[in-house]
């Protein structure tokens, strides 16, 4: 039966399962719809879907298992758990910001946070950020921090300048 990860990220939309999933295969590579499963008729009593919608999505993006489930609209996203993309590059951190951010809500992105159209939370964070933020001296580190925390989308290039001008 193969391995089976421990532990699996559960999404919960009120109907966008497979609309976000849709969306989020499309932005990260390595990535696929494993399994679909429908809601019957019994239990109709406690879900309130009608038989043969959508129930689950399982899927894959970059190798990670996540479901999807058509839950209903008693539960929302929020800031409290949010998914971090590690990005190799500045190059990286613009794809995944422009991607995931694209129809999100604008109000709640800083430092490289951001909120999608789904209302997920995804921290894009370019893996040379903690080397900026932990600079040997305090006073270099102390810069950086400060402009890192007026910028949404984080902007290695400038705060490898403060690094470099010290």
Known sequence: MGNIQKITPNFWFDSEAEEAVEFYTSI???SKV??????????QEIHGKEEGAVMTVE????????????????????EAVSFIVHCAN??????????????????KQQCGWLKDKFGVSWQ???DCLSELLSHPDPAI?????????????????ILKKIQENH
Request: proline share 3%; no cysteine.
């Open 124 to 126: 894009i964070v370019p």
């Open 141 to 157: 580190s102390e810069k950086v921090l400060k402009e890192m925390l007026q910028m949404k989308k984080i902007d290695t290039t």
């Open 28 to 30: 990260f590579k390595d």
């Open 90 to 107: 500045q190059e990286e951190v613009d794809y995944f910001w422009g991607k995931l951010s694209e129809g999100g809500d604008e109000s």
């Open 34 to 43: 494993e399994k679909v499963t429908h809601y019957l008729k019994t239990g």
């Open 59 to 78: 899927f894959k993006l970059e190798g990670q298992k996540f479901v999807a489930l058509n839950g209903g609209p008693q539960f929302k996203f929020n």
